[in-house]
């Protein structure tokens, strides 16, 4: 029997996969693209940042958790997915 996470991620990459579908059939999204990878590399921008966030505050004299930080890093962060799955 799976386990509860397992069941989700399934669910998940199902989701990312019929997103990655849909893309590709309008022409908006480029063939091809893994949804396991999308998954990972979506987790990580996000992971790294927030993890990070009290040492890279003080690394660059920043506070990372502000509101208009964390809008311009939502933004990022969809730019730069956006940049890797666009036809």
Known sequence: MALAVEVYNRRFVSMVKTILDRGVATGLFRDGID?????????????????????????????????????ERLKFNVDTIMRLVKA
Do not use: C, W
């Open 35 to 71: 949804p396991v990878q999308s998954n990972i590399t979506i987790a990580a921008i996000g992971y790294y940042y927030l993890t990070n966030r009290f040492t890279g505050s003080v690394m660059y004299e920043h506070d990372l958790m502000a509101k208009n930080a964390l809008e």
